[in-house]
């Protein structure tokens, strides 16, 4: 089979309406297309053959291909399928990579990558950072995330040397799995979905997060403020807010706020933990999703996404000479 690489770029990653209630820039679409760009030279000149693509609003593969123009020499594929604007898209593109790409580009947030989740499989991903609470996808250039997205389509790396299997969060309504979050969950007293985006501390009332540091921005910032938990951990936290403790926390770009913590304790991976809060409407990686109520509960398992070692992976591929000649 083609060393063959898929792209799922998110053309509403970056534009959500924290541009307007907090100080996040704008991400715009043409320095996605400009990503890309640079994405499928590099997947070309280290032996990529062929792309499977997303279609999405505003044909940011396309521009991109298009912007190459004569220089790109690869088979690149759009996915035959309906355009709705909305994560369905993210959802059915990467169902459809299935059995066709060795590895999925993500180019988004944290909440484009909890849809990948959901359903790449086994698929390895190379999360490429363009959203507003960036904690999950690499802050990476698109020439360093191409090499070595490279090195694994290409077998120089194995799958298994140059990938580490990622936590998820996993919530429970009356038994039932119900969704996931790849961050952070929160039990909010909010009514409706709305404009997604959660900003408003006094809205929370519980929290479990896979990771989290003091150098986070969003939900998981305020659980760093506690205790660091990396992705090698194999624990989480939860956080129960209300009188106790106050700390401040930068919970979206250019807004600190002050949040009451009545109690938090460490999770080890699999342990179940009762949401107090129901019903409640939960955000998950920072956007309001579902509403559950019932008996809830959750837990951390290391049932995520297998995401490239950039570092490992670039590594081992030099001593291999995969850049050589």
Known sequence: MKAAVGIIANPESGRDIRRLVAHASVFDNMEKVSIVERLLLVLQDLGVEKIIAMPETFG???????????????????????IFGDWRDTYNATNAMKGKVTVIVVIGGDGTNRIVAKACGDIPIMPISTGTNNVFPYMIEATIAGEATAA????????????????????????????????DAAATVHSFVGSRAVWKPEYLRELVVSRCSPSNIGLSSIAGILEEIGEEDNTGLYIELGNGRAVKAPIAPGIFRKVNIK??????????????TSPTL????????????????????????????????????????????
């Open 60 to 82: 940011i593969v396309p521009g991109a291909v298009n912007a190459i123009g004569k220089h790109l020499d690869m088979d690149i594929k759009m996915l035959p399928m309906r």
């Open 152 to 183: 694994v389509a290409t077998g120089v790396v194995k799958v298994r040397e140059g990938t580490y299997k990622t936590k998820r969060i996993e919530l429970f309504e009356d038994g039932a799995l119900r969704d996931i979050a790849l961050i």
């Open 263 to 276: 109690e938090f304790k460490t999770i080890p991976l699999g342990e179940e933990v009762e949401i107090k």
């Open 282 to 325: 939960f955000a998950l990686d920072g956007e309001r999703e579902i509403e559950m109520q019932g008996h809830i509960t959750a837990r951390i398992t290391r049932n995520g996404p297998r995401v490239i070692d950039y570092r490992k992976t670039l590594k081992l591929a030099a001593e291999r000479g995969f850049f050589e000649g």
